[in-house]
């Protein structure tokens, strides 16, 4: 399964971006979607994630209550809403699409990866 990310930018702090993934190569809805994001110096760390038909969504609780992860199996994408974005949401942020059930948390329960799209924010 390929994954393409796009969306990223500059954008000031309190303001808004939105960030879409394209997948292909494979049936989108066997996947569990997720974002993650890496910092410069930092682990890439866990955002957001959403099971196979949208019914369950999981967020960091440095996101919970600004971002908004959401998918569309019928044109194969998932997005990623992110508003009141502050300077520490600065990072290349990555899809990636995982087989496990439920709502896997961690870097190793993903198995397909975007090539990430990068979020500035300005103070």
């Known amino acids: 399964v390929q994954l393409q990310a796009s969306g990223g930018g500059l954008v000031q702090a309190g303001g808004s971006l939105r960030l879409s993934c394209a997948v292909s190569g494979r049936t989108f809805s066997n996947y569990v979607m997720g974002w993650f994001r890496q910092a410069p110096g930092k682990e890439r760390e866990f955002v957001a994630t959403?099971?196979?038909?949208?019914?369950?969504?999981y967020y960091a609780d440095s996101v919970r209550g600004r971002f908004t992860i959401s998918r569309d199996n019928a044109k194969n994408t998932v997005s990623l809403q992110m508003n009141s974005l502050k300077t520490e949401d600065t990072a290349v942020y990555y899809c990636?699409?995982?087989?496990?059930?439920?709502?896997?948390?961690?870097?190793?329960?993903?198995?397909?990866w975007g090539q990430g799209t990068l979020v500035t924010v300005s103070s």
């Open positions: 990636a699409a995982s087989v496990v059930a439920g709502l896997p948390l961690t870097v190793d329960e993903y198995g397909y």
């Open positions: 959403i099971t196979r038909r949208g019914s369950s969504t």
